[in-house]
């Protein structure tokens, strides 16, 4: 079993940066993929973000690329996203979530979000 608890979402004016963090339990963290996605009210959930097990590879949505960072500390068991310029439109729960195949496609395990309000 895998624990994910996302933390560091809050209500911030467009232009304005949130870092948020993924804490995992589990000692074999540094094997896993990790990624970020985002659910809008009345929307699907969408792909934000991956990072690969090793930390070598990321990936990002189209939306989000040049203005959101993925990066992980293996040592620590967390995952990060820096979020910079952000628009009313990035308003969504962000969740993180975890893929044991490393597989980005693929996630096991998530997390129970955390909110993000970005005001115009």
């Known amino acids: 079993q895998v624990q994910l608890v996302e933390s560091g979402g809050g209500l911030v004016q467009a232009g304005g940066s949130l870092r948020l963090s993924c804490a995992a339990s589990?000692?074999?963290?540094?094997?896993?993929?990790m990624g970020w996605f985002r659910q809008a009210p009345g929307k699907e959930r969408e792909f934000v973000a991956a990072?690969?097990?090793?930390?070598?590879?990321?990936y990002y949505a189209d939306s989000v690329k040049g203005r959101f960072t993925i990066s992980r500390d293996n040592a620590k068991n967390t995952v990060y996203l820096q979020m910079n310029s952000l628009k009313p439109e990035d308003t969504a729960v962000y969740y993180c979530?975890?893929?044991?195949?490393?597989?980005?496609?693929?996630?096991?395990?998530w997390g129970q979000g955390t909110q993000v309000t970005v005001s115009s």
């Open positions: 979530a975890a893929s044991t195949t490393r597989n980005i496609k693929e996630y096991d395990y």
């Open positions: 990072i690969s097990w090793s930390g070598g590879r990321t």
């Open positions: 589990g000692r074999t963290f540094s094997n896993y993929a």
